[in-house]
C-alpha cells in the first residue's frame, strides 16, 4: 500500500504546517500522498453538511455515508470509532505512496516530532520510533546526539523524502 509516516508535537507545534509543506514537496516528487489527522480536542469533529442528503441519510441512522461524483468522494460517520489500524487498512483502496499521519503519539510508526519550545522535550519521553526531531529552539547536545534533528522544516522534509523515511504497511 505504502508508507506510514506520523507527525506529532504538542498542540500548535507547527504539525499542519509541516503536513502542509511535506505533501506539496512529496507531490513535486511524483508521490501519491494522504493523510489522517487525529482529532484530539474534546467533543464531536463538525459535519456541517446536515442539510445535505448524506447528513440527512446519518440523522435517519445511517452509520457511515458515503458520497461519490465528478471525481470526489466523502465519508462521513458520526457513529464510528475507527483505530489507526482500521483507518489506514480503509487508505489501502487508494493506492498511496505515503500516508501522513498527524497524531497518534502512541502509535508505533515512524515519526517526526516538532518541538517549539524546551518543554516540549519531554514528548521524547513518550513517544517510540522517533525518525527525526525537528525544533524551531535550540536543542540540549543529549538530545541532538541520540536523534536526527533540524532547525528547518525543508531541511527535514527533504532528509525525510531522500531518505524514504516511513514504515511499509500493505
Known amino acids: 500500500m505504502g508508507k506510514v509516516l506520523q507527525v506529532v508535537g504538542y498542540q500548535n ?13 512529496a507531490v513535486e516528487q511524483g508521490l501519491k500522498v494522504g493523510t489522517i489527522k487525529h482529532h484530539g480536542h474534546p467533543g464531536a469533529i463538525d459535519i456541517s453538511d446536515h442539510k445535505k442528503d448524506t447528513g440527512k441519510h446519518r440523522q435517519a ?11 470526489s468522494v466523502i465519508l462521513t460517520s458520526e457513529q464510528a470509532s475507527l483505530s489507526l489500524v482500521q483507518l489506514l487498512s480503509l487508505y489501502s483502496q487508494f493506492q498511496l505512496d505515503v500516508i501522513v499521519v498527524e497524531g ?9 516530532v516538532l518541538i517549539r519550545s524546551l518543554d516540549d522535550i519531554k514528548i521524547l519521553e513518550d513517544v517510540v520510533n522517533v525518525s527525526c526531531v525537528i525544533s524551531k529552539v535550540a536543542l540540549p547536545e543529549s538530545i541532538t546526539e541520540e536523534y536526527r534533528c533540524f532547525t528547518n522544516y525543508f531541511e527535514g522534509i527533504k532528509w525525510l523524502l531522500t531518505n524514504k523515511v516511513g514504515e511499509i504497511i500493505d
Open 61 to 71: 441512522g445511517a452509520y457511515v455515508s458515503v458520497v461519490e461524483g465528478n471525481g
Open 13 to 25: 507545534s507547527g504539525k499542519t504546517t509541516f503536513v502542509a509543506d511535506y505533501i506539496k514537496m
Open 104 to 112: 497518534y503519539k502512541a502509535a508505533g510508526y515512524p515519526k517526526v
